[in-house]
């Protein structure tokens, strides 16, 4: 059987992972009026023990947001709808880089962020908290139609590691331990929201956000499905491909899911695994165009596998996101041509998932203050790169929201006034 991209389906391969009037239900109260703001967000005036935020959202943006708040002393209540990094914060593949948003927008939020994990690997014992890790990672070619010849070695050193025994060739470094790393994301948000919980207060709230309450144009409660109302004096709202749903937010700009699938396997020889990413550039058998599948091993022992990608409507609920079969199984194939470790009766699939990354227009996410609305912030649309740029978001946040300006990077390229009106209300 030759294996082939399913039609409208193609791997992740993102240019850069390569060197009450916001919500459906409106309130009588509020305001239909959008306006660029002309000055900069407004530091609170209150002291920061007396400070309320709402969190909405428990991924790992809403939850480094939570986290470095209540560690600035403001008293912070986390809202989700389902369970902590139940969707693509703990679905992904957990890779961070220093470098490779260089060059572009995102490149200092992005180094703030790798530090910052590092900072924070070393107060929380990441190592063994969330397998925090540096590794090195390498840039593959794997044709599938040469699956009978061995992996191809450089003169001296050999560049593939050991369990690389399918056709792989063409090694090339494109990361070092001293510029990339990982963690497991899923472990990573619930280790952080555990300390923000147990550490610095915080409270987490499972329900769904049905309105945003809006007086004077400023936010100063979330109202729950079933009537709770949470006073604040500041919200911000973190849910990734879920601010789409947001009627406000889709006046300003749109966020959209890329549904991207994953397998996650255990091998028999979990220590025969070294810690080398593996970045591949796939050539099904026969014709077929390029894929690009990235496989993460993990010091859990389990090797993740990731790339089928398309657009798709987002759910309401994450609990009811499914994944293609039809792409899960194209991840077995290259999982077994790459590695005869990872192949059927040598690895134990132990997830077949699917997830929703959330993606805006111009590729940038976005984090800022809403136009016309004080107190109301957004993070939301960090594609692919949300789980390195989580940390730096939310200490950025913090300072935004608590101080009126970031010091740890410079948000004003990322904020929602850039968008512009898209339409009328």
């Known amino acids: 059987m030759r294996l082939t991209s399913p039609p409208s389906l193609t791997l992740i391969s993102p240019p850069s992972r390569r060197p009450i009037q916001f919500l459906r239900r409106p309130s009588p109260n509020t305001t239909n009026t959008i306006r660029c703001p002309s000055s900069p967000p407004h530091a609170m005036d209150q002291p920061?023990?007396?400070?309320?935020?709402?969190?909405?959202?428990?991924?790992?943006?809403?939850?480094?947001?939570a986290y470095f708040l209540a560690k600035k002393g403001v008293s912070v209540t986390l809202?989700?709808?389902?369970?902590?990094?139940?969707?693509?914060?703990?679905?992904?593949?957990?890779?961070?880089?220093?470098?490779?948003?260089?060059?572009?927008p995102v490149g200092p939020l992005a180094r703030a962020s790798f530090n910052l994990h590092r900072t924070l690997a070393q107060e929380l014992d990441g190592a063994q908290s969330y397998g925090y890790r540096p590794l090195t990672t390498l840039s593959l070619t794997v044709a599938e139609s040469e699956s009978d010849n061995p992996p191809e070695s450089s003169s001296g050193e050999k560049k593939i590691p050991n369990w690389v025994d399918g056709p792989a060739r063409a090694p090339r470094t494109i990361g070092t331990t001293e510029t990339t790393a990982q963690v497991h994301p899923q472990l990573f948000t619930r280790t952080l929201v555990t300390k923000a919980v147990e550490g610095y207060g915080v409270e987490v709230?499972?329900?769904?956000?049905?309105?945003?309450?809006?007086?004077?144009?400023?936010?100063?409660?979330?109202?729950?499905?079933?009537?709770?109302?949470?006073?604040?004096?500041?919200?911000v709202l973190a849910l990734g491909p879920w601010c789409g749903k947001f009627e406000m937010l889709q006046s300003i700009f749109r966020v959209y899911g890329l549904r991207a699938h994953s397998i996650v396997?255990?091998?028999?020889?979990?220590?025969?695994?070294?810690?080398?990413?593996?970045?591949l550039s796939y050539l099904p058998g026969g014709v077929g165009k390029p894929m690009d599948p990235e496989v993460y091993p993990r010091p859990t022992g389990e090797v993740y596998v990731c790339g089928m990608s398309s657009e798709v409507e987002v759910p309401d609920d994450p609990e009811q996101i499914t994944g293609d079969l039809e792409s899960i199984r194209v991840l077995k194939r290259v999982a077994k041509?790459?590695?005869?470790?990872?192949?059927?009766?040598?690895?134990?699939?132990?997830?077949?998932?699917?997830?929703?990354?959330?993606?805006?227009?111009?590729?940038?996410?976005?984090?800022?203050?809403?136009?016309?609305?004080?107190?109301?912030?957004?993070?939301?649309?960090?594609?692919?790169?949300?789980?390195?740029?989580?940390?730096?978001?939310?200490?950025a946040?913090?300072?935004?929201?608590?101080?009126?300006?970031?010091?740890?990077v410079d948000l004003s390229r990322f904020s929602p006034a850039r968008f512009g009106r898209r339409r009328k209300m």
Not at 53 to 64: E, Y
Not at 79 to 104: N, P, Q, R, V
Not at 266 to 279: G, M, N, Q, S, V
Request: proline content about 4%; overall charge negative; hydrophobic content about 40%.
């Open 265 to 279: 396997l255990e091998p028999k020889r979990p220590d025969a695994i070294t810690p080398h990413a593996l970045f």
């Open 205 to 235: 709230v499972i329900g769904k956000v049905e309105a945003v309450a809006v007086e004077d144009g400023r936010a100063n409660s979330v109202v729950l499905e079933g009537g709770r109302v949470i006073e604040s004096d500041a919200v």
């Open 337 to 395: 041509t790459v590695s005869s470790h990872l192949a059927e009766g040598e690895a134990t699939v132990k997830a077949e998932q699917a997830c929703f990354l959330p993606c805006t227009d111009d590729s940038l996410p976005v984090i800022g203050e809403i136009p016309g609305v004080k107190g109301c912030f957004v993070a939301t649309g960090h594609s692919c790169w949300g789980i390195l740029n989580g940390p730096a978001t939310g200490a």
């Open 79 to 104: 809202i989700e709808k389902s369970s902590i990094a139940c969707a693509a914060s703990g679905k992904a593949g957990g890779f961070l880089a220093l470098d490779w948003c260089d060059g572009g």
């Open 397 to 408: 946040m913090a300072e935004l929201v608590v101080d009126g300006e970031s010091s740890i």
């Open 48 to 65: 920061d023990s007396n400070r309320r935020v709402v969190v909405c959202g428990g991924g790992v943006i809403g939850v480094c947001t």
